[in-house]
């Protein structure tokens, strides 16, 4: 992380005046390095105040465009909205029109969709969010993007004190006692409520020509801070399982770092599944999969390249592309 981003969060999370020294051990740099990186963010209009009692932080830029991308380590611009309709829509467009390497955030979505064309709940509060790359890879591979989404989900949520897991294929939950769930807000809600409480899930998007990626819009969306009794029954937000709202420019950084360092070669494409397998909620469990081709129900007990789910049922071993995954109890 770049040292100024570092001191930023360092002096946003305490109300109080903070030494030269007290940051350097903090930050693992010497006290030059601290009084560069104050001068450097004192250069990118951030107003750090000297006290005899140390630095004071400057108004926090929070959750907005140059909140996030200060300092970010993701080769990404950053296009920021209070509201809008959708996030990957917006991203959609700015494809049409020839860009790439975007991520489009939001604080509120009016008209979001999840995966079916399903309605998804975005109110203020939460973290709305969608990247547009042109990666050079065949169309085959596109399934890892979404797979690379939710480990960096997953890891950021981990990072604000959350303990995620991923939910085949492209949700993130918390938690794994049966909760009752509402069927027709089941992108919102783990359909059968079983596997823990939806935190976050994820919608990927593409345009290829001649089996090659033309472009790849990947959209996460995540109950940041939002009061759980406004959403949904069976989701439940970051806020709510922390106790305390999380910084979310803090989080969608790291979110987004994530993701670029998982997705940024072919070659890191390799690693998303080892890094799913290892934050997955699914695997080891009786799953009920409702695919195009029928019902697939036994033990989930790996996920394959490009990411398919792998089944052990009564008729042998399957494995599956696409689908509504049940986690099941083990009487069912």
Same mark, same amino acid.
């Given at each position: 992380?770049?040292?100024?981003?570092?001191?930023?969060d360092?002096?946003?999370a305490?109300?109080?005046?903070?030494? +030269?020294?007290?940051?350097a051990?903090s930050?693992g740099?010497s006290?030059?390095?601290?009084?560069?990186a104050?001068?450097?963010?004192r250069?990118e209009?951030f107003?750090?105040e000297?006290?005899?009692?140390?630095?004071?932080?400057?108004?926090?830029? +929070?959750?907005?465009?140059p909140? !996030?991308?200060? @300092?970010?380590?993701?080769?990404?611009s950053?296009?920021?909205r209070?509201? !809008?309709?959708?996030?990957?829509?917006?991203?959609?467009?700015l494809?049409?029109d020839g860009k790439?390497d975007?991520?489009v955030v939001?604080?509120?979505q009016?008209?979001?969709?999840?995966?079916?064309?399903?309605?998804?709940? /975005?109110p203020?509060?939460?973290?709305?969010?969608?990247v547009l790359?042109r990666?050079?890879v065949p169309t085959a591979?596109?399934?890892?993007?979404t797979?690379?989404a939710a480990v960096?989900?997953?890891d950021?949520?981990?990072?604000a004190g959350?303990?995620?897991?991923?939910?085949w294929?492209?949700?993130v939950?918390?938690?794994?006692?049966?909760?009752e769930a509402?069927?027709s807000? /089941?992108?919102?809600a783990?359909?059968?409520?079983?596997?823990g409480?939806k935190?976050?899930g !994820?919608?990927?998007?593409?345009?290829?020509?001649?089996?090659?990626?033309g472009w790849l819009?990947?959209?996460v969306g995540?109950n940041?801070n939002i009061d759980?009794e406004?959403?949904?029954a069976g989701?439940?937000s970051?806020?709510?399982?922390?106790?305390?709202?999380?910084a979310r420019?803090?989080?969608?950084?790291?979110?987004?770092?994530?993701?670029?360092e998982l997705?940024?070669?072919? @070659?890191?494409?390799? @690693?998303v599944?080892? /890094?799913?397998?290892d934050? /997955?909620?699914?695997? +080891?469990r009786?799953?009920?999969?409702?695919?195009?081709d029928?019902v697939?129900?036994?033990?989930?007990v790996?996920?394959a390249e490009p990411g398919?789910?792998v089944?052990d049922?009564d008729? +042998?071993?399957r494995r599956?592309?696409?689908?509504?995954?049940?986690h099941l109890?083990d009487?069912?």
């Amino acid at each position: 992380m770049d040292t100024r981003r570092a001191l930023l969060d360092a002096l946003a999370a305490d109300d109080s005046p903070v030494s +030269g020294p007290a940051l350097a051990e903090s930050l693992g740099v010497s006290r030059a390095a601290v009084w560069k990186a104050v001068e450097g963010l004192r250069e990118e209009g951030f107003a750090v105040e000297s006290t005899p009692e140390g630095y004071v932080a400057p108004d926090d830029p +929070g959750y907005s465009g140059p909140g !996030i991308a200060f @300092g970010l380590d993701a080769p990404y611009s950053v296009e920021y909205r209070d509201r !809008i309709g959708s996030t990957n829509e917006r991203a959609r467009e700015l494809a049409g029109d020839g860009k790439s390497d975007v991520a489009v955030v939001a604080d509120e979505q009016t008209g979001s969709r999840g995966r079916l064309d399903r309605e998804w709940v /975005a109110p203020s509060g939460g973290v709305w969010l969608s990247v547009l790359t042109r990666p050079d890879v065949p169309t085959a591979r596109a399934p890892l993007f979404t797979l690379a989404a939710a480990v960096a989900t997953t890891d950021a949520a981990r990072q604000a004190g959350v303990d995620a897991r991923i939910k085949w294929p492209n949700d993130v939950l918390v938690g794994d006692e049966a909760d009752e769930a509402d069927e027709s807000d /089941a992108d919102n809600a783990d359909p059968t409520g079983r596997g823990g409480r939806k935190l976050a899930g !994820i919608l990927t998007e593409m345009e290829g020509e001649a089996d090659r990626v033309g472009w790849l819009v990947v959209g996460v969306g995540v109950n940041a801070n939002i009061d759980p009794e406004t959403l949904p029954a069976g989701a439940t937000s970051l806020s709510a399982q922390r106790g305390a709202p999380i910084a979310r420019r803090r989080f969608a950084a790291t979110l987004l770092e994530r993701y670029a360092e998982l997705t940024a070669s072919p @070659g890191a494409l390799d @690693g998303v599944l080892p /890094a799913w397998r290892d934050r /997955a909620s699914t695997l +080891g469990r009786r799953v009920r999969v409702d695919t195009a081709d029928g019902v697939v129900e036994g033990t989930a007990v790996d996920v394959a390249e490009p990411g398919a789910l792998v089944v052990d049922t009564d008729e +042998g071993r399957r494995r599956v592309h696409a689908g509504d995954c049940e986690h099941l109890r083990d009487a069912e």
